[in-house]
T-cell receptor
Framework: AQTVTQSQPEMSVQEAETVTLSCTYD???????LFWYKQPPSRQMILVIR??????QNATENRFSVNFQKAAKSFSLKISDSQLGDTAMYFC??????????????FGIGTKLQVIP | SQTIHQWPATLVQPVGSPLSLECTVE??????LYWYRQAAGRGLQLLFY??????ISSEVPQNLSASRPQDRQFILSSKKLLLSDSGFYLC???????????????FGSGTRLTVV
């Protein structure tokens, strides 16, 4: 079974600064996907960024980028130029690549990020 | 474009009362559908998933049940609520995998259930 570990329950960052959220996972699979989801106070879960394990290049979405270290099973999220709207709970998630059927996503317990003005 | 609707947004129910939460998806066919629960201060727990009409799989034994009467409709139910059923319930959908890429889940806006 896959596990996802987020070791930072809470973090804070000054507005406009950069912050990195950590995530490690454990799996015996070689093909899988990794995601970061954001859950603001509204509780809506929003996909921030995704990474396909077969791609060595780190994914980037505007101010959000990841550091994907497959051998180390590490998948950290870097937020640059932090904005007040980035205040949210961030969940790291793992999905095995299936050929059919449902796709179970395993979530970490989340990191609460507070952006300070 | 695909959208997912979940209602109600909030619900306060007495212990022992029934429950029905509904989720519908638009703009896609034959989605995989999921119900998750998020207890306060905790991560997301998968409750049920469905890969097709009438096909329901349960991840954990509990007081809840799920049904999928139509392709894009997913319902979470209980005959008698317990205090421990309180939490935030999220519906999600994903495209049945036919190859790369995979965009993971798209979530509904959630239902906050308080059992009193």
């Amino acid at each position: 079974a896959q596990t996802v570990t987020q070791s930072q329950p809470e973090m804070s960052v000054q507005e406009a600064e950069t912050v990195t959220l950590s995530c490690t996972y454990d799996t015996s699979e070689s093909n899988y996907y990794l995601f970061w989801y954001k859950q603001p106070p509204s509780r809506q879960m929003i996909l921030v960024i995704r990474q396909e394990a077969y791609k060595q290049q780190n994914a980037t979405e505007n101010r959000f980028s990841v550091n994907f270290q497959k051998a180390a099973k590490s998948f950290s999220l870097k937020i640059s130029d932090s904005q007040l709207g980035d205040t949210a709970m961030y969940f790291c998630a793992f999905m095995k690549q299936n050929s059919g059927g449902y796709q179970k996503v395993t979530f970490g317990i989340g990191t609460k990020l507070q952006v300070i003005p | 474009s695909q959208t997912i609707h979940q209602w109600p947004a909030t619900l306060v129910q007495p212990v022992g009362s029934p429950l029905s939460l509904e989720c519908t998806v638009e703009g896609t066919s034959n989605p995989n559908l999921y119900w998750y629960r998020q207890a306060a201060g905790r991560g997301l727990q998968l409750l049920f998933y469905s890969v097709g009409i009438g096909q329901i799989s349960s991840e954990v034994p509990q007081n809840l049940s799920a049904s999928r009467p139509q392709d894009r409709q997913f319902i979470l139910s209980s005959k008698k609520l317990l205090l421990s059923d309180s939490g935030f319930y999220l519906c999600a959908w994903s495209v049945a995998p036919t190859g790369r890429p995979n965009y993971g889940y798209t979530f509904g806006s959630g239902t906050r259930l308080t059992v009193v």
